[in-house]
């Protein structure tokens, strides 16, 4: 179990943005929320409009990508980092609190 978490510090997975406001939106549900909040916020697809708004601007802003010769935006691949990004944030929040729930007990 530690191997994995020392894993993900040293691949750089868990500094992504998108990855980390997955973890802290798992931490907070955990410590804050009950069961039934927990599942009604899971499945609120305006969470998941708003981590993919956030995503499109994190990778607009700071990652953008570009087609061959540097010139002009590769909007395909950016969109596709965008939606990319949403699946992070939803695995990394999933993750966390099962993570906490192994831990806990």
Known sequence: MFKGLVALFTSGAI???MVLLGVALGIFAMIKLDAEAIRSLALDYHLYLL???ISAAYVFVFKRIYKEGGINLDYAAMAFASVAGVLKFAL?????MSFIVLVSF
């Not at 990394?92 to 966390?96: E, G, N, R, S």
């Open 51 to 53: 981590a993919l708004l």
């Open 92 to 96: 990394a929040f999933v993750l966390t």
């Open 15 to 17: 500094f992504n943005p």
